[in-house]
Protein backbone atom coordinates (compact mmCIF):
# COMPACT_ATOMS: atom_id res chain seq x y z
CA UNK A 1 0.00 0.00 0.00
CA UNK A 2 1.10 3.43 -1.06
CA UNK A 3 0.00 5.98 0.69
CA UNK A 4 0.35 10.00 -0.74
CA UNK A 5 -0.70 13.05 2.15
CA UNK A 6 -1.52 16.44 0.73
CA UNK A 7 -3.49 19.82 1.22
CA UNK A 8 -0.95 20.96 4.02
CA UNK A 9 -0.33 24.76 4.19
CA UNK A 10 -0.28 27.75 5.92
CA UNK A 11 -3.71 28.71 7.67
CA UNK A 12 -4.77 31.50 10.29
CA UNK A 13 -5.82 30.71 13.87
CA UNK A 14 -9.68 29.57 13.37
CA UNK A 15 -9.85 28.69 10.44
CA UNK A 16 -10.00 25.21 7.83
CA UNK A 17 -7.76 23.00 6.33
CA UNK A 18 -8.39 19.28 4.63
CA UNK A 19 -5.78 17.18 4.27
CA UNK A 20 -5.96 14.06 1.57
CA UNK A 21 -4.83 10.92 2.00
CA UNK A 22 -4.81 8.55 -1.19
CA UNK A 23 -3.87 5.42 -1.13
CA UNK A 24 -2.65 3.13 -4.22
CA UNK A 25 -1.76 -0.58 -4.40
CA UNK A 26 -4.93 -1.46 -2.50
CA UNK A 27 -8.38 -0.35 -0.90
CA UNK A 28 -7.90 0.80 2.42
CA UNK A 29 -11.56 -0.77 3.09
CA UNK A 30 -9.63 -3.73 4.68
CA UNK A 31 -7.18 -1.60 7.10
CA UNK A 32 -7.62 0.73 10.14
CA UNK A 33 -6.62 4.15 9.05
CA UNK A 34 -5.22 6.76 10.97
CA UNK A 35 -3.41 10.52 11.07
CA UNK A 36 -0.88 11.29 13.03
CA UNK A 37 1.35 14.09 13.62
CA UNK A 38 4.79 14.82 14.45
CA UNK A 39 7.02 18.04 15.27
CA UNK A 40 11.11 17.96 15.08
CA UNK A 41 12.71 16.07 17.72
CA UNK A 42 9.24 15.01 18.91
CA UNK A 43 7.55 11.51 19.25
CA UNK A 44 4.79 11.15 16.21
CA UNK A 45 1.67 11.67 18.19
CA UNK A 46 -2.34 9.82 17.39
CA UNK A 47 -4.72 12.60 15.96
CA UNK A 48 -7.07 10.33 14.32
CA UNK A 49 -7.87 7.12 13.07
CA UNK A 50 -11.05 5.03 11.77
CA UNK A 51 -12.03 1.47 10.67
CA UNK A 52 -14.99 1.46 8.44
CA UNK A 53 -15.93 -1.79 8.03
CA UNK A 54 -16.67 -1.67 12.15
CA UNK A 55 -17.76 2.11 12.16
CA UNK A 56 -15.49 3.10 14.96
CA UNK A 57 -13.36 6.18 15.00
CA UNK A 58 -11.76 7.11 17.34
CA UNK A 59 -9.56 11.42 18.01
CA UNK A 60 -6.97 12.47 20.60
CA UNK A 61 -8.55 14.40 23.12
CA UNK A 62 -6.85 17.63 21.34
CA UNK A 63 -8.58 17.48 18.20
CA UNK A 64 -12.61 16.22 19.56
CA UNK A 65 -15.05 18.24 18.25
CA UNK A 66 -12.55 20.25 15.62
CA UNK A 67 -10.96 17.43 13.65
CA UNK A 68 -13.36 14.49 11.71
CA UNK A 69 -11.96 11.40 9.83
CA UNK A 70 -13.95 10.88 7.07
CA UNK A 71 -13.47 8.60 3.23
CA UNK A 72 -14.24 8.33 0.04
CA UNK A 73 -14.33 4.83 -1.56
CA UNK A 74 -14.51 5.76 -4.95
CA UNK A 75 -11.26 7.90 -4.93
CA UNK A 76 -9.56 5.48 -2.18
CA UNK A 77 -9.04 8.38 -0.23
CA UNK A 78 -9.14 9.17 3.06
CA UNK A 79 -9.18 12.78 4.83
CA UNK A 80 -8.52 15.03 7.76
CA UNK A 81 -10.80 18.18 8.08
CA UNK A 82 -9.24 20.22 10.64
CA UNK A 83 -11.34 22.75 12.13
CA UNK A 84 -11.07 25.99 14.53
CA UNK A 85 -7.02 25.33 13.88
CA UNK A 86 -4.52 26.65 16.66
CA UNK A 87 -0.96 27.58 16.67
CA UNK A 88 -0.41 24.42 18.69
CA UNK A 89 -1.51 21.93 15.69
CA UNK A 90 1.49 23.07 13.82
CA UNK A 91 3.23 19.82 13.01
CA UNK A 92 3.84 17.27 9.48
CA UNK A 93 1.04 15.38 9.33
CA UNK A 94 0.81 11.70 8.81
CA UNK A 95 -1.46 9.15 7.20
CA UNK A 96 -1.21 5.82 8.05
CA UNK A 97 -2.65 2.19 7.25
CA UNK A 98 -2.50 -0.79 9.99
CA UNK A 99 -3.67 -4.07 9.13
CA UNK A 100 -5.02 -5.04 12.61
CA UNK A 101 -8.43 -5.58 12.74
CA UNK A 102 -9.52 -2.76 15.09
CA UNK A 103 -8.73 0.86 15.62
CA UNK A 104 -5.39 1.49 17.25
CA UNK A 105 -3.43 5.20 18.55
CA UNK A 106 -0.29 3.39 18.60
CA UNK A 107 2.50 4.64 15.74
CA UNK A 108 3.60 1.12 16.04
CA UNK A 109 0.53 -0.31 15.40
CA UNK A 110 0.59 1.08 11.65
CA UNK A 111 2.23 -0.78 9.09
CA UNK A 112 2.26 1.78 6.12
CA UNK A 113 3.35 5.19 6.30
CA UNK A 114 3.03 8.27 3.60
CA UNK A 115 5.20 11.10 2.69
CA UNK A 116 4.08 13.90 5.78
CA UNK A 117 2.13 16.97 4.59
CA UNK A 118 3.05 20.44 6.68
CA UNK A 119 0.77 22.24 8.50
CA UNK A 120 1.19 25.85 9.68
CA UNK A 121 -1.10 28.03 12.05
CA UNK A 122 -0.04 31.15 12.60
CA UNK A 123 -1.36 33.03 15.50
Known amino acids: VQLVESGGGLVQAGGSLRLSCTASGRTFGSYTMGWFRQAPGKERDFVAA????????AYADSVKGRFTISKDNAKNTVYLQMNSLKPEDTDVYYCAASRLRTVVVGALEYDYWGQGTQVTVSS
Open 50 to 57: ARWSDRTT
